[in-house]
Nanobody
C-alpha cells in the first residue's frame, strides 16, 4: 500500500519561503514520476511542478518558474518543493501525487492528504 504524506505548509508573508515535503512509502520500484499540485477555493486543481525521481525530466508551471524548485532525496523517499518569493496568489492547498497525469505519465495515481499554504500581503 503506497502512502504519500505532505508536510511543511503554513502561513507566511509575501516574499517569504516555505519548503514542502512529500514522504512516500510502499513503492516497490525506485524510479517514478512525482508531481506537486495546488488548488485554491473555487478554482480548479493545477499542476505546479513535477519530476522523475531518476532525473529524466522536470516541469514547472509558468507561474512558479524561477521561484519554486522541486527536488528529491531518494534515500529518504522524499520529494520537496522549495517555494521562494511567495505571492498571495500562491495561497492554496498543495498536494503531492505520483503518476497522476499532467507532466507525469498517468499510472498509479496516488495522492497525499494535502498541506495548506497561506501567503498574506
Amino acid at each position: 500500500q503506497v502512502q504519500l504524506v505532505e508536510s511543511g505548509g503554513g502561513s507566511v508573508q509575501a516574499g517569504g519561503s516555505l519548503r514542502l515535503s512529500c514522504a512516500d512509502s510502499g513503492y516497490t520500484h525506485s524510479s517514478r514520476c512525482m508531481g506537486w499540485f495546488h488548488q485554491a477555493p473555487g478554482k480548479r486543481r493545477e499542476e505546479v511542478a513535477a519530476a522523475f525521481t531518476d532525473g529524466r525530466g522536470t516541469y514547472y508551471a509558468d507561474s512558479v518558474k524561477g521561484r519554486f524548485t522541486i527536488s528529491q532525496d531518494n534515500a529518504k523517499n522524499t520529494m520537496y518543493l522549495q517555494m521562494n518569493s511567495l505571492k498571495p496568489e500562491d495561497t492554496a492547498m498543495y498536494y503531492c501525487a505520483s503518476e497522476a497525469g499532467g507532466f507525469c505519465p498517468y499510472g498509479s495515481n496516488y495522492w497525499g492528504q494535502g498541506t495548506q499554504v497561506t501567503v498574506s500581503s
